[in-house]
């Protein structure tokens, strides 16, 4: 919020896209599923807390942006911001699962990053055989129209 509020008093339109993260203390509890349970439930409790502290940032970030503040954000495009309810990552993984199968081929194939790579994310885009799900479209159409008023 504050390099958008900046650029902005400056004059330079920005454009804010964001993970929702509904499922992020769910991720969270799976991994520590493992750990005896008063080490599990130390660690439960601070999931529980980033939970609420993300539903809290959800919210203020959405109202800041001109929207309604909700917590737990569905999908969603606008001339502002684009919000994913989970992650990117699960978002395509629902979506367009075409993307990810090409992003596994090309970590396999020694030619991507597994893991969050902007430059593996750029190849499996350009280079998946199918087209991108709306929001995807949405959210290209937001930014090339901000752009265009340059």
Known sequence: MISDALFSALGVPCYVAFDGDAEME???RESVRHLVPPQRQEKEQEFERQARTNQTK?????????ASPSPRPTNDSTGRY?????TLETYLAQHWPAWDERRQDLVRAGEGIDGKNAATYLETTRTTATEPPYLLHALMENVRSLTRRL
């Open 26 to 28: 769910e991720r969270k």
């Open 58 to 66: 959800n919210a203020n970030l959405l109202q800041y942006l001109g």
């Open 82 to 86: 684009t919000v994913f309810e989970d």
